[in-house]
């Protein structure tokens, strides 16, 4: 079983600044992407930004230069540094992988029960 753990949500005004980190544990061969997804009351989930195995980064234009992905692949960590927050950031963050189970072939979509962020003054 893969389990993955978000934390670092809480809420913050107008400018701030928030550290989530989301942490996979289980029977892991190797994780191929990890991402952040968010999604706020009555609107769709959408990526936030996404790093893959190879260091490649990907993030929504509301977002870029404000954001920033990393990961720490020896822990399977995954963290989002979200500066100059805005009150339409305000949302449940949900992290997400594809990762690879020991001992199987497809890849496996795994996802965080979320940590929400709110952003108000």
């Known amino acids: 079983q893969v389990q993955l753990v978000e934390s670092g949500g809480g809420l913050v005004q107008p400018g701030g600044s928030l550290r989530l980190s989301c942490a996979a544990s289980?029977?892991?061969?190797?994780?191929?992407?990890m991402g952040w997804f968010r999604q706020a009351p009555g609107k769709q989930r959408e990526l936030v930004a996404a790093?893959?195995?190879?260091?490649?980064?990907k993030y929504a234009d509301s977002v870029k230069g404000r954001f920033t992905i990393s990961d720490d692949n020896a822990k399977n960590t995954v963290y989002l540094e979200m500066k100059n927050l805005k009150p339409e950031d305000t949302a449940v963050y949900y992290c997400?992988?594809?990762?690879?189970?020991?001992?199987?072939?497809?890849?496996?979509?795994?996802w965080g029960q979320g940590t929400l962020v709110t952003v108000s003054s």
């Open positions: 997400n992988a594809d990762i690879t189970p020991v001992g199987r072939f497809q890849v496996l979509d795994a």
């Open positions: 289980g029977s892991i061969l190797s994780i191929n992407a």
């Open positions: 790093i893959t195995a190879v260091g490649s980064t």
